[in-house]
Nanobody, 127 residues
């Protein structure tokens, strides 16, 4: 059974950091692109970052560029999103997702390209 489970969310003060993890089971995460998204109440799902397989494309949305870093550890079957200098406007539910497309295809920030999704992790940035 294919499953993605996020962890690492929580409450943090502005300027603080969190690292989200996306643990995969039922498939080898290293074969596929990983995307990270967030959705705040009343807003559309926003593509934040993605990482391709191998040394392929890495994408960051302008809203998080320079503050967030995406990575993956294929030996552990886990993806990560390191979030630094968090701001109140980063408050949202964060999701990881996996793209079942052919290996080697550049990752995309479009949510409709992804096939499996985690359950989401709440991130709240507040003083």
């Amino acid at each position: 059974q294919v499953q993605l489970v996020e962890s690492g969310g929580g409450l943090v003060r502005p300027g603080g950091s969190l690292r989200l993890s996306c643990a995969a089971s039922g498939f080898t995460l290293g074969y596929y692109a990983i995307g990270w998204f967030r959705q705040a109440p009343g807003k559309e799902r926003e593509g934040l970052s993605c990482i391709s397989t191998g040394n392929g494309r890495i994408f960051y949305a302008d809203s998080v560029k320079g503050r967030f870093t995406v990575s993956r550890d294929n030996t552990k079957n886990v993806g990560y999103l390191q979030m630094n200098n968090l701001k109140p406007e980063d408050t949202a539910v964060y999701f990881c997702a996996e793209d079942n497309g052919p290996a080697g295809i550049p990752c995309t920030e479009l949510p409709e390209s992804y096939d499996y999704w985690g359950q989401g992790a709440q991130v709240t940035v507040s003083s």
